[in-house]
């Protein structure tokens, strides 16, 4: 089975309700696991999602998923960090990795 790595910067505002969703055209997410997960520079865990517990949604034709990053996700944690999205096959390894920079926007306060 072959390997795949694919670099991509997300940037994000703090606090705000967002999502990130990925589509292929010649490869089926049947049986599919996917899961992200976002850390600080000191390799610190900020968040984690998973299909199975959720927060990400493989789509009805099985191309794509959508990862909804909820407000608490991202509040307080304004900066650069690292995330990683696997995608792994039935036996829990993975095929396609997604990652980059995970950029936390500070956010905008009204004054």
């Not at 992200?36 to 099985?62: A, C, H, M, W, Y």
Request: proline letters at 4%.
């Amino acid at each position: 089975m072959n390997y795949a790595k694919y670099s991509y910067n997300i940037i994000r505002q703090e606090g705000n309700l967002s999502g990130f969703s990925v589509e292929f055209t010649e490869l089926s997410l049947t049986d599919r696991f996917v899961s992200i997960q976002v850390r600080d520079r000191n390799n610190t865990l900020i968040f984690e999602k998973t299909t199975p517990t959720g927060g990400i949604v493989i789509n009805s034709d099985e191309k794509g998923f959508e990862i909804t990053f909820e407000p608490e996700d991202t509040k307080g944690y304004a900066g650069a960090h690292q995330y990683e999205i696997d995608i792994m096959d039935n036996m829990d390894r993975p095929f396609l990795t997604i990652g980059g920079l995970f950029i936390i926007e500070p956010e905008i306060n009204d004054r």
